[in-house]
């Protein structure tokens, strides 16, 4: 088995659709270890979340805001 350390230089090394491929499949495995519970507690904020905006609760943020607001944070923060 080699060390980590040669295992990231390696995988670092790859074209960044094989490194996205890869942090998909390893985000998975992290997936399917994890609890149960955990699993089923996620499902159900998520429906709640989906229930809030369908019944107009809350109102949802389009992506290219949201990610603009972030930038807008993170710039703030560090200056």
Known sequence: MR???????E???LPS?????LAGKLVESLELDADGT???T???EAKSRIDE?????????PGWRSVGS???NVDSAIS
């Open 11 to 13: 995988v670092l090394a």
């Open 38 to 40: 955990l699993q089923a």
């Open 42 to 44: 996620w499902v159900t």
């Open 70 to 72: 972030s930038k807008t």
């Open 3 to 9: 060390p980590i350390e040669q295992l990231t230089t």
């Open 53 to 61: 905006v369908r019944n107009g609760a809350v109102m949802p943020i």
């Open 17 to 21: 659709a094989s490194r996205s491929l």
